[in-house]
């Protein structure tokens, strides 16, 4: 082995400049698509937390009958029993309860549809980090009577101002058009354009008035001290709640589980790609050096290298290119992935399309160790497939047809 070892050490400083540019390739190559990959960790992370530390948490309860039908009648049956329920439970960290409606925004200059959601500002500070996206003005704590908020691309379609008085109208749950007058106390700018353009948010005490003559709430967030324990959770209330629907995240949202689901799926395709672009460069290499050494080749297996011997032989050649140049790929991309996980990518440019699709402009790569052993683990196997082929042609080689030309 150690005469194997020396022999394709040698072979590999044989040609510098040859191997030269095949080691930087495979560096390169490697550390590109590592920090690639970190880069779709971090939107697929970026994407799942907001979302739930954001609005929907890790389970929300529903009337049965609300998430198809949508209308104002259809609120939690006993939600105070199951508030009672869940301040008991030790699982949960904090939940707030909601009332909802769909209807329309009037200002001096137009008309558009919006997703009014009331919300108890106590309860939402606890439950998720929504207060956090204001921009300007107060939050729903503020002592303005009949307050709201909106998204900032909503009040600039309407040029609203702080101060402002806006018409809401919605069906209320005796099924009769209600308007109730409502004054803006500020704008929010979430991660979502498209959500800041529709949604407005007041208090769930003003709004459960206008809805119905008894306090009504339409959904519960609950936040989780432990995200896996939300199949359970929700187990729970179905089965103590039956006229209620107890959902997890994952149903509530079937594009951020599907995110989460594909995330080594396309970890794995990422990876391929990049290192069967690779593999090419490899299976070239080998085969240009095989060419030049075939009566080498030929006189070693003629005065009694085995073939077996041959061909880890050149297995090893590759297997020694590859490893320098692994080792070198991975260390440029764990310093530039530790270093962009804390400074942050910030993709500027593309800021207008990502809001739109709901993503921030600045990202924060990771990988976690199992997913940089998963990359080292492609690069080997794919490295050994790519140099099967020039070790299967040299085994092939006969030993007097090499010598003829000597």
Request: one cysteine or more; glycine letters at 8%; charged letters at 20%.
């Amino acid at each position: 082995m150690k005469a194997l070892l020396t022999i394709a050490w040698r072979n590999i400083g044989r040609h510098p400049a040859r191997s030269g540019v095949l080691l930087a390739a495979i560096a390169v190559g490697l550390w590109a698509g590592t920090v690639s990959t970190g880069a779709i960790n971090a939107l697929m992370q970026q994407r799942m937390t907001y979302l739930i530390e954001s609005e929907i948490a890790h389970v929300q309860v529903h009337h049965s009958h609300f998430p198809q039908e949508f209308r104002g009648a259809d609120g939690v049956p006993e939600y105070q029993a199951i508030e009672t329920w869940l301040a008991n439970d030790g699982r949960v960290r904090a939940f707030a309860s909601r009332a909802i409606a769909e209807g329309m925004l009037q200002s001096p200059i137009r008309v558009s549809g919006a997703n009014i959601r009331g919300v108890d500002p106590e309860a939402e500070r606890r439950t998720t980090i929504f207060h956090e996206s204001m921009t300007e003005g107060e939050y729903l704590d503020s002592d303005v009577r009949q307050a709201a908020i909106v998204g900032g691309p909503l009040a600039s379609d309407h040029h609203i101002e702080i101060g402002d008085r806006i018409v809401l109208t919605f069906e209320n749950a005796s099924g009769e058009l209600t308007a109730a007058a409502f004054h803006v106390t500020g704008f929010f700018e979430s991660a979502s354009t498209e959500y800041d353009r529709r949604t407005v948010f007041v208090r769930a005490g003003d709004l459960a008035g206008l809805l119905a003559d008894q306090p009504i709430r339409h959904e519960i967030a609950v936040l989780l001290e432990d995200e896996t324990q939300a199949v359970a959770l929700a187990a729970d209330l179905n089965r103590s709640f039956p006229d209620t629907l107890a959902r997890t995240w994952r149903e509530l949202s079937p594009e951020l589980n599907m995110l989460v689901e594909l995330g080594d799926v396309m970890l794995f395709i990422v990876t391929l790609i990049i290192m069967a672009a690779l593999a090419f460069g490899i299976l070239n290499t080998m085969l240009m050096a095989l060419f030049e050494r075939m009566r080498e080749i030929g006189m070693l297996m003629a005065i009694g290298m085995s073939r077996r011997r041959v061909f880890g032989m050149i297995l090893l050649e590759s297997t020694l290119l590859t490893a320098l140049g692994a080792t070198v790929g991975m260390v440029l991309a764990w310093g530039t992935i530790r270093h962009l996980g804390k400074s942050g990518l910030h993709l500027d440019q593309f800021a207008a399309g990502a809001a739109h699709l709901g993503w921030d402009s600045t990202i924060y790569p990771f990988l976690t160790t199992a997913e940089y052993a998963s990359i080292l683990a492609v690069v080997i196997a794919i490295t050994l497939l790519a140099s099967c082929y020039p070790a299967w042609k040299a085994i092939r080689i006969r030993p007097l047809e090499a010598g003829r030309d000597l």
